[in-house]
């Protein structure tokens, strides 16, 4: 029976994802998280993955929190961040 290990560049790109939504880009972070937890799980088997899924979770609630609190101020009129992503969906700022 082998003994898994952790990953360490997969906790690194876990902390790197929920730290780039920490500040401001929330798009991004979810795709890494997201990217972070399908190589963990391919990786499964010869390394343990609980530490770094459950950082990439983290990260995309509060990324998650942060995009719905961008898209609440610019529904209400009041946002004023320059995000590509809230120009993109809501155009270009008034």
Known sequence: MTERRFNLPL???AVVSFGIGFFGF????ILLA???I???IKLREKYLI???VAICIIAIIASGALFAVLVWQEVKGIGSTDYWLMRLI???MK
């Not at 929330?26 to 972070?29: G, I, L, M, V």
């Open 11 to 13: 906790i690194l790109l």
């Open 34 to 36: 997201v990217g972070v």
């Open 26 to 29: 929330a798009a991004e972070s």
């Open 50 to 52: 609980k530490i770094p």
């Open 90 to 92: 809501f155009g270009e």
């Open 38 to 40: 399908i190589a963990s």
